[in-house]
Every structure is written in C-alpha cells, then in structure tokens.
C-alpha cells in the first residue's frame, strides 16, 4: 500500500476508445504529477497540478487531458491515443510547503496502457 | 535546463556483492535536491533518500550508503552484500528549487540491477 492508488492496473484500449486513468492519494499532498514511463527513455513529466490547478503542461497532445477535481484525485483522459502512447503511466503525489522538496514525491504503482 | 545521466544501463551482480550505481546531474542552480528511486517489479517507486545542495556529507543506512560530491555533480549510490531483493530499476533523480510551485522532477533512465544467487 503506497498511499497513492491507481487504477485500473493494466488497460489495452483501441485508437478511437476514449479511457480514463484514476489517482487518488489520502496522504493530505497537495500536489499530483503525471509521469510516463516508455521503455529506455527517462520518466517524462507531463502535467503537474498544485492545489488543484494546472501549473505544468510539458508540451502533451491534446488527446492526453488531465482532471484534478479535488486536491486528493486526479485524472487522466485518453482519447485517440498513438500505439506509440503505449506506457506506464505513474501518479504521484507530494506535499509542497516553503521548505519544499523535503518528502519527495510518493507514487503509485502504474497503470501499464497498451494501445492497438 | 536541469539533467541527469545514469550510464550504467544495466548491472548484474552475485549476491553478497558490492555494487555502485552512478549518477551524474547538470544544473544552474546553486540550490537544488537529489533523490534515488527504486522501482520493483510491481512498477511504483519508492523513495530511499533526499540531499539538498548544501549537505555534501554522505549518508549511510543498513547496506545502502550514498556518495555526494558537488566537485564531479556526482550523487553515487552504493548497495553493500547486495541481495536478491535489491534486484530493481534505480532512479536517480534532480530538483531544482521552486518555493511556492510545486517542485518538478527530472529522472535519469534509470540503472536495472540484477542481482543472482
């Protein structure tokens, strides 16, 4: 148990499906991020929320639309994803104050997406 | 623009062994964060520990010791009498100082070790 919950764990879903993956943290952070892991390339940053709002958006597609409703859920939303979208795609969560960067990031465990 | 190289692709030892896992960062700051991640198979990454820019001195918990050096940009993680459990991904990673933003990681490619009996 990670504190922070993903779901679901594995999703395969066709180019015109329209999917949704899940975080949801009770660790009391008020920052969420969404990572995506490809095979052989650093973890990619793609969108980073604080207290509720978008503060990063590393240059995504547009068919990658991320949901923060409240500080302890985030979303992600897939529509007309790539084959080449196929990764691990990891939320995480920390707790940002004035001296930040203390506690580091908590993640989840993933959802592995495979795009047909 | 912050980066971090992990060359060391992949790193497979026998148990009881000594292994060093290298790390080396780029950045513009004078206050910045390292961290190193391991990532079981189950795919989360677990954190195993912080250093700010400013506390060069080395740390040292059970078999895990990590090496510190700013003259090389250099944030070294040593995994002593290693053991089949440690067999992982191992992420280091760079934090520059962002008061009042949420702080943003950048990960090097990660080092696989497998460790064999």
């Known amino acids: 148990e990670t504190g922070v919950t993903q779901t679901p764990r594995h999703l395969v879903m066709g180019m015109t499906n329209k999917k949704s993956l899940k975080c949801e943290q009770h660790l009391g952070h008020n920052a969420m991020y969404w990572y995506k892991q490809s095979a052989k390339k650093p973890l990619e940053l793609m969108f980073v929320y604080n207290f509720k709002e978008q503060t990063e958006n590393n240059s995504v597609p547009s068919r990658f639309s991320p949901e923060c409703p409240n500080s302890s859920h985030l979303f992600l939303h897939l529509h007309t994803l790539q084959p080449e979208d196929s990764a691990l795609y990891l939320c995480?969560?920390?707790?940002?104050?004035?001296?930040?960067?203390?506690?580091?990031?908590?993640f989840g465990s993933g959802t592995r997406l495979t795009v047909v | 623009a912050q980066k971090v190289t992990q060359a060391q692709t992949e790193i497979s030892v026998v148990e009881k062994e000594d292994v060093t896992l290298d790390c080396v960062y780029e950045?513009?700051?004078?206050?910045?964060?390292l961290f190193w991640y391991k990532q079981p198979p189950s795919g989360e990454l677990v954190f195993l520990i912080r250093?700010?820019?400013?506390?060069?001195q080395n740390e040292i918990s059970g078999r895990y010791s990590w090496n510190f050096q700013k003259s090389t940009s250099s944030f070294n993680f040593t995994i002593t009498a290693s053991q089949v459990v440690d067999s992982a991904v191992y992420f280091c990673?760079?934090?520059?100082?962002?008061?009042?933003?949420?702080?943003?990681?950048?990960f090097g490619t990660g080092t696989r070790l497998q460790v064999t009996l």
């Open positions: 990673a760079l934090s520059e100082d962002s008061t009042g933003t949420a702080s943003k990681l950048t």
């Open positions: 950045t513009r700051d004078t206050t910045y964060y």
């Open positions: 250093r700010n820019s400013f506390d060069e």
């Open positions: 995480a969560s920390s707790q940002e104050e004035a001296q930040t960067h203390y506690y580091g990031y908590t």
